[in-house]
């Protein structure tokens, strides 16, 4: 089920993060840990930059990743817009 990860995880520099081996793939507690350290790992790299500067550069050159942070912001885009607009005034097609 899933990955198996070995050693340890880390976003960058000291980081309370775990060791993936010492838990079982899929248990409560490794998943617990897990999302944690995913949340620390995504907020780190849209803070210091290093997430734009992929989207931004080397990403660019490639059609697929280029594609997806495309499709990322006109989804955003797209939600900025609809929190702009009164819930009374969308509506939905049947």
Known sequence: MGVRFQGDL???GDRDTHRWSDYAVGSEESNALLERDRAVFIREWIES???AR???????KDS???GLCDLVRQVTGLAETLRSVPSGRLRTQT
Do not use: M, Q
Request: hydrophobic fraction near 40%.
């Open 49 to 51: 930059g290093r997430l």
């Open 54 to 60: 992929l989207e931004n550069g080397i990403w660019r």
């Open 64 to 66: 697929y990743l280029k």
């Open 10 to 12: 880390c976003a960058s």
